[in-house]
């Protein structure tokens, strides 16, 4: 029962590069998320996904992209990093809304330099 | 908007001592309120929940009771181990609504 899983749990980037942050959940579960969580500032929402083909930003999305193909998957994509990007990311996701609560990944810890 | 304000942090507490971390929130209509837990080096897990006023969420000894007349969801628990160490997150999440909204989290450290 593996839930949602996130690789790679640490990156190291240098500025300018991109990468892929990779969500998977074998939940089938509808809603997916992707948050960033820095030091002493809680949790702040970048995109999320109602269903497959379906996106829509969060509060903090400049810097990111992110597609859903499918149920399962939901890659968060960096194009040009910045140190501004360094940070903890979530991926979580969610049978319904209201009072369903999310099911979160063990996160990416990304620094970029 | 939706917000949560937690209390701040962090706390620091002795074995089996009480525990009360704050938190309250500004929402339309009738949110439902969940604490997460959030342990070093780990993702957050729903720790409790509750989805209409005066409903108590309880789990692992921990308590909370939604209280619409103050906008309250103050987590409590009687008996903090070691182990319980960690930070806690309110949260809330409006009817229909897909997302949830954060506060900023309060960490925990309980001493033996």
């Known amino acids: 029962n593996a839930g949602v899983t996130q690789t790679p749990k640490f990156r190291i980037l240098k500025i300018g590069q991109s ?22 500032m809680g949790l702040k929402l970048i995109y999320y996904s109602v269903g497959a083909g379906i996106t829509d930003k969060g509060e903090v999305p ?12 939901f890659p968060l994509r960096l194009e040009l990093a910045a140190p501004s990007q360094t940070s903890v990311y979530f991926c979580a996701s969610s049978y319904g ?17 | 908007g939706d917000s949560v304000t937690q209390m701040e942090g962090p706390v620091t507490l002795s074995e089996e001592a009480f525990l009360t971390i704050n938190c309250t929130y500004t929402a339309t209509g009738y949110p439902s309120l969940f604490w997460y837990v959030q342990y070093p080096g780990e993702g957050l897990q729903l720790l409790l929940k509750a989805t209409k006023a005066d409903d108590k969420g309880s789990n692992k000894g921990f308590e909370a009771t939604y209280r619409k007349e103050t906008t309250s969801f103050h987590l409590e628990k009687g008996s903090v181990q070691v182990s319980d160490s960690a930070v806690y997150f309110c949260a809330l999440s409006s009817s229909g609504s897909e997302k949830l909204v954060f506060g900023k989290g309060t960490k925990l450290t309980v001493n033996p």
């Open chain 1, 97 to 113: 809304t209201g009072g369903a609560g999310y099911t979160f990944g063990s996160g990416t810890r990304l620094t970029v330099v």
């Open chain 1, 19 to 40: 990468m892929t942050l990779q969500c998977t959940q074998d939940m089938n579960h509808n809603y997916m998320y992707w948050y960033r969580q820095d030091p002493g």
């Open chain 1, 62 to 73: 400049n810097g990111y992209n992110v597609s859903r193909s499918t149920t399962e998957d």
